[in-house]
């Protein structure tokens, strides 16, 4: 992947049409894998100021903050997210992730709940899920979500290694 081109491409369109939401977002994408998530924050940031109904800038710039410790921030932004399209399970999990990193296991398992009350088949959502259960010992619940998982992904390595886990312990 060049994304080193593809900022300087992106920089070129914002130059030429600066108000073009996708463009700067496009670019907040390339410097997050480039992991500049300030200047991918920079980007969604404004992205989101063109058009404030932006709902991946808002996801996306919830996972830059998080990146760089902002969870209150990334919460409120992946917030904006849901409120933008409450039927996206994507941005539900995604809170989730924050807010588990934030070390609020109980409101990132609601997420993930969330998430797979919107889509079923949600492999990530339920290995999430069962991720958490299972740093919350409550080992059954765990094993239950993994075995969904794998059931949703046949070849999902770190479903079935951290089923084993659960219930080895």
Do not use: C, W
Request: charged share 30%; aromatic share 16%; hydrophobic share 30%.
């Amino acid at each position: 992947d060049d994304h080193e081109g593809a900022i300087k491409d992106y920089t070129r369109v914002i130059e030429i049409n600066p108000e073009y939401a996708s463009a700067f977002y496009n670019r907040g994408l390339s410097k997050d894998e480039m992991e500049d998530s300030y200047g991918a924050t920079s980007d969604y940031s404004k992205a989101i100021a063109i058009n404030g109904k932006h709902k991946n800038a808002f996801i996306y710039r919830g996972y830059a903050k998080s990146e760089i410790g902002d969870h209150k921030g990334a919460i409120k932004d992946l917030t904006s997210a849901i409120e933008i399209n409450p039927e996206d399970s994507y941005a539900y999990s995604a809170r989730g992730y924050v807010k588990e990193r934030a070390g609020d296991y109980y409101a990132a398992i609601s997420d993930y709940s969330k998430a797979i009350e919107i889509d079923k088949t949600y492999h990530q959502a339920f290995y999430n899920r069962g991720y958490l259960k299972d740093k919350m010992k409550d080992y059954y619940g765990a094993i239950s979500d993994y075995n969904k998982a794998i059931f949703l992904k046949k070849d999902y390595e770190n479903a079935y290694i951290n089923r084993a886990y659960a219930k080895a312990d």
